[in-house]
């Protein structure tokens, strides 16, 4: 089983400029999360899904938009890029009824110049 | 004030001993609890869930503390590879059953030295 991947690993925008975040987990977790990293920060929750057909903002979700394909996929959109969104971004998923405990992607590094 | 607190270190600690360190919450209904460790530029790894009284894996002891609201981590005899950041995570939602709104802290950072 790969887990969870995401794709690209590293990216560079131009202020303005849109693009997608790939995730997909092969675990038939119900439900998938959205994070960024910033240094001193921790994780940010951006957007979640509880479940296939749901989607709910998290604590940063300002800039961003996601959908959930199926079970198995879980995209983030940045519609126009701006400096504030360089980060590190992670995909997660958890299996609700095991508690809780999520699998992370091995992330998604964006420079917005 | 943050919902999660840590103590961002770094802890530098000789391989062999042992070291610990807390985190703090802030919501008194938070019903679950979990430490994941992160290597550097990696993602986070889930290392242990805490759910009541506190738990045990190997070299590896979670405690909670309700009274206080923290959450500690000891690792005892240090090994080089336990080098990491460790990330305190608490569910924000009333109950365990709930799919959770999870609350990272900014992580405390290990250094085990030879």
């Known amino acids: 089983n790969a887990g969870v991947t995401q794709t690209p690993k590293f990216q560079v925008l131009k202020t303005g400029q849109s693009m997608t975040l790939q995730c997909a987990q092969d675990?038939?977790?119900?439900?998938m999360y959205w994070y960024r990293q910033d240094p001193g920060m921790g994780l940010r929750l951006i957007y979640y899904?509880?479940?296939?057909?749901?989607?709910d903002k998290g604590e940063v979700p300002n800039g961003y938009n996601v959908s959930r394909l199926n079970k198995r996929e879980f995209s983030l959109r940045l519609e126009s890029a701006a400096p504030s969104q360089t980060s590190v971004y992670f995909c997660?998923?958890?299996?609700?009824?095991?508690?809780?405990?999520?699998?992370f992607g091995p992330g998604t590094r964006l420079t917005v110049t | 004030r943050k919902e999660v607190e840590q103590d961002p270190g770094p802890f530098n600690v000789p391989e062999g001993a042992t070291v610990a360190f807390n985190c703090t919450y802030s919501?008194?209904?938070?019903?679950?609890f979990f430490w994941y460790r992160q290597d550097c530029r990696k993602e986070p790894k889930l290392l242990m869930s805490?759910?009541?009284s506190g738990n045990e894996d190997g070299r590896f002891t979670a405690q909670l503390n309700r009274a206080s609201q923290y959450i500690s981590l000891l690792i005892r005899d240090s090994k080089l590879s336990d080098s990491a950041t460790y990330l305190c995570?608490?569910?924000?939602?009333?109950?365990?059953?709930?799919?959770?709104?999870?609350?990272f802290g900014a992580g405390t950072q290990v250094v085990v030295t030879p």
């Open positions: 919501n008194s209904a938070s019903q679950s």
């Open positions: 995570v608490v569910n924000m939602e009333e109950t365990t059953d709930s799919w959770g709104k999870f609350q």
């Open positions: 899904s509880a479940s296939e057909g749901t989607t």
């Open positions: 997660a998923s958890s299996d609700v009824p095991r508690g809780g405990e999520q699998y």
């Open positions: 675990m038939n977790h119900n439900s």
């Open positions: 805490v759910y009541s």
